[in-house]
């Protein structure tokens, strides 16, 4: 098993960031096994999705109409505005995924990309650890 963590600058604005790059160069040269991808954070998650064609803010659209950001609606209320809804994020994006590795490279499809959910504006960077277990 072979572990790191990489960081993230997210900035102060809500999104979707692509990280899928960043994966396939620690796991370039590795052989056969599985990449654990985990966010060590309580308000966002890893999905795979297409992007560049409005699938990002799609989610984010959709992640706002499953979890309306109106803090009168969540009993978790500190922080920026929507910060309860933040906190409930992980339980429909989770925190963590799994992805096969062939000969050093990620089978994703053709149109998928790993991405960081971020709905939370208040936290300008971000942690993801990735672990590669040898097959």
Do not use: C, K
């Amino acid at each position: 098993m072979d572990t790191t963590e990489i960081g993230l600058h997210t900035g102060d604005a809500r999104g979707v960031f692509d990280v899928t790059d960043r994966l396939a160069e620690f796991v370039a040269g590795r052989g056969d096994g599985l990449l654990s991808v985990f966010v060590p954070h309580a308000t966002a998650g890893i999905a795979i999705i297409e992007t560049g064609a409005g699938s990002d803010l799609d989610l984010l659209d959709r992640v706002d109409a499953v979890l309306p950001r109106r803090d009168a609606e969540y009993r978790h209320r500190h922080g920026a505005p929507g910060h309860g809804a933040d906190h409930v994020l992980p339980a429909f994006v989770a925190p963590s995924i799994t992805i096969p590795v062939v000969d050093g490279t990620m089978t994703l499809g053709v149109w998928q990309s790993v991405v960081l959910v971020d709905p939370n504006e208040s936290n300008p960077s971000r942690r993801i650890r990735l672990t590669f277990l040898a097959a």
